[in-house]
């Protein structure tokens, strides 16, 4: 039996795949992260909405056990994000190994993801690139968790909610304002822009612009040449 990890749009709906699609129309549930995100989705697609589970972090323990059941009913399941790749900072990591365990084939099905989307845009070198995701909300450890990975030399991908983010860049500000920047705010839809520049001079047009919402990354360039 397989179950399926299937990507999905990160803005512009007419980025599914023929496949995803395909997928999507005929399992028998899908495992999502918020319901309200895969109704979304299956009514800009035209798709009937299936039976869904809610996977998220503190439930996903639950999801699993709901999974198992529907398993031993024989029935075929995919698995969605939000928007993009699953498993990119979102919740399933769990459910896939208790599936790869339970010697349930698993299928990915290649689609959009905006790091992917995004680097060749940002000019910097992509050879090496390294993502780190979210770091710590907690206002030391935060300064730790930075402070370590600017040590880094490759390019480097940050993932923030959009509440926080001037307090990131604050931070970006104090500890590598040297280093050059891009932000790609709604990469795919019909506002998507560019930030480029220092961290001082992106912070001053987010401010600027008053981004308070959206979907964005945050993406550092390398170090060369023993700059730092």
């Not at 319901?35 to 800009?44: D, F, I, P, R, V």
């Not at 709901?66 to 990591?93: N, Q, R, W, Y």
């Not at 450890?141 to 307090?167: S, V």
């Not at 860049?169 to 920047?181: A, G, P």
Request: proline share 4%; hydrophobic share 40%; glycine share 4%.
């Amino acid at each position: 039996m397989n179950f399926y990890i299937v990507a999905t749009p990160i803005g512009n709906f007419e980025d599914i795949t023929i496949r995803a699609l395909n997928i999507l129309k005929t399992v028998d549930f899908v495992v999502c992260e918020h319901g309200k995100e895969y109704k979304q989705l299956c009514l800009a697609l035209n798709i009937p909405i299936k039976e869904y589970i809610e996977c998220q972090r503190k439930s996903e323990t639950e999801a699993i056990s709901i999974v198992d059941e529907m398993i031993e009913k024989k029935l075929t399941g995919a698995l969605v994000s939000d928007c993009g790749t699953p498993l990119f900072e979102d919740p399933g990591f769990h459910l896939l190994s208790h599936l790869r365990r339970k010697k349930i084939n698993l299928v990915s099905l290649p689609g959009a993801n905006s790091i992917i989307t995004a680097l060749p845009l940002s000019q910097f070198e992509i050879k090496d690139f390294y993502f780190a995701g979210f770091i710590s909300q907690k206002k030391e450890q935060r300064e730790l968790d930075l402070k370590k990975l600017l040590k880094r030399e490759e390019t480097i991908i940050l993932l923030e909610t959009p509440y926080r983010l001037l307090n990131l860049m604050d931070l970006l500000v104090k500890f590598c304002n040297n280093r050059e920047m891009m932000l790609p705010y709604n990469v795919t839809m019909s506002d998507e822009k560019m930030y480029r520049g220092k961290p001082s001079a992106i912070k001053k047009e987010l401010e600027k612009d008053k981004i308070e919402k959206g979907e964005f990354l945050i993406i550092l360039s390398p170090i060369h040449n023993g700059q730092h």
